[in-house]
């Protein structure tokens, strides 16, 4: 599956230039080129205090440009094999997608060893830090807002998949790639972002300890990547927004189950409402148990009974009724040390007994 949409112009020169030409004055049809300087400039240096975060492909800073716009400047450490051509290809192919819920990027400086992504800045940091964060947590993460929060997740999605030509697969939809802008209107980071690195599967297994809950099973085992990975994750994510519980095992303690394997027993037992996140005081309880097993429809183990995006939108956001004939038990992965302490008689701890467990071996980073 190609996701990559190179313009005419762009084609052309990228088989008549060299690699240095391109670098000192290469061509980029929606986003701007900077020089290193104008970004060391904007950060104060990569100044500590202007560090926002740090992720699997490098350092993330707040910076400010000339024009006083407030930018995010991800600069990109993980070693890319490909050349200056191909990545500028693919710096292309993710400008030109622009939508509400996604977060855009403005530009890039590609300068010797130095490969940088400029993006808008998104005022209200990442859903983790609302949701999950020790310090960072934010109390009025109101129902109405947590609504909000999937609905417009959903339809940047429904974008990537279904109204973009080609289109993107995620890969990598969990909180820290959910940025709240200061209305609460989330928006989706880091699309696209995998196919500057080829090898990307590696920077996600490496985080498999910590995020294990997102990866579809088809994903991790058979390295299957297809749009219904992504649903799969999305599902994780409503269930996280809705229980401010982190699908991480480590970091909390539920007799050592994932999410989804705990909301699936409360599922069958009746007592979906004990999800709740407690701070949570006054909420729709039917709209919430919806949004719960929509959830559940996103992460059924077979990759093609999970719905599209677009049609979780619609389920989200208006009053569908759903069929939970149709619903069948989830499927997830989870790792060798973890799965030895998981209830073997949970219906759920069978499937992931029959997983092998093999890819939870690499060396985290
Ligand atoms: N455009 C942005 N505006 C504001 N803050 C941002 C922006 N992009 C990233 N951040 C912040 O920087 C942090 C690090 O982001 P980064 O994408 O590098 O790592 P991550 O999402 O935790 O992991 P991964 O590398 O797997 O995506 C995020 O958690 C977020 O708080
Ligand atoms: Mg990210």
Known sequence: MSCSCFRSSFVQKKETSTHRELEGSYSLDNVRSFSYKELR?????????????????????????KDGTRVAVKTLSAESKQGVREFLAEINSIANVRHPNLVELIG??????????????VENNSLDHALLGKKTKIPELDWERRSKICIGTANGLAYLHEELKPHIVHRDIKASNILLDKDFTPKIGDFGLAKLFPDSITHISTKLAG????????YVLGGQLTLKADVYSFGVLVLETISGRSSSLSSWDISQKVLLEWAWELYEEGRLLELVDSDLKTYPKDDVIKYIKVAFFCTQATANRRPAMSQVVDMLSRNVKLNEKELTPPGFFQDSNESKKASSDASTSRQITSFPTTITQVTPR
């Open 41 to 65: 400039i904007a950060t104060y240096n990569f100044d500590r205090s202007t560090k926002i975060g740090r992720g699997g492909f490098g350092v993330v800073y707040k910076g400010i440009l």
């Open 211 to 218: 995020t294990t809950g997102y990866l579809a099973p088809e």
């Open 108 to 121: 890039c400086c590609v300068e010797g060893t130095h490969r940088i992504l400029v993006y808008e800045f």
